[in-house]
């Protein structure tokens, strides 16, 4: 019965996975490399007060932190490298000074590991970004976290660098064309 119960979740959370766009390979402005692997491009910190949603111009532009959309992981964690402090309080910023704004904080994880395992450490590392920026002032309203576990890698292969880049955390906001 257990097993049954189970498989009906995951095929829920499967089927509400799939109306959700993709998340775009070079959404970050190119800097999808793992903790500390940037291509030497600087990121500045851009104001974002008076942007309003209706365009996602300083969301997108490149010289803004807040085009870096993902948060890498270690391995089988889902502790927030201080090394993202900048990035979520530039989102949490942007959110803060957006009240319509809306983000969906996707969760993913490499492919090693049980199915199950996986949407679970998924979930907990969309909810730990979901935690800093509730801290730093987001209300709860504008912020969604899911889990896609190991079903949407950016890299598919059994390497070091394809589980580095596939353990994230996906900044996405709601309203925006993917790419």
Known sequence: MKKIGLSLI???????????????ANKNGGKDGAAGQGDGV????????GTGTK????LTDPNNI???RRVYFDYDSYVVSSDYNEVIEAH????MSNKDAKVILQGNTDNRGTAEYNLALGQKRADAV?????????QDA????VSFGE???IEIGDTEEAWARNRRAEIVYQGEMPK
Do not use: F, H, R
């Not at 995951?10 to 775009?24: G, Q, V, Y």
């Not at 949490?92 to 959110?95: Q, R, T, V």
């Not at 504008?142 to 976290?145: M, N």
């Open 142 to 145: 504008q912020i969604e976290s």
């Open 92 to 95: 949490a910023k942007y959110l």
């Open 10 to 24: 995951l095929t829920a959370l499967l089927a509400a996975c799939a109306s959700t766009p993709a998340p775009d």
């Open 55 to 58: 365009g996602y111009s300083v």
């Open 130 to 138: 979901k935690k800093m920026m509730n801290a730093l002032g987001v």
């Open 66 to 68: 807040l085009s870096t």
């Open 42 to 49: 600087a990121v500045k910190p851009v104001d974002v007060s």
């Open 151 to 153: 079903e949407k890698p």
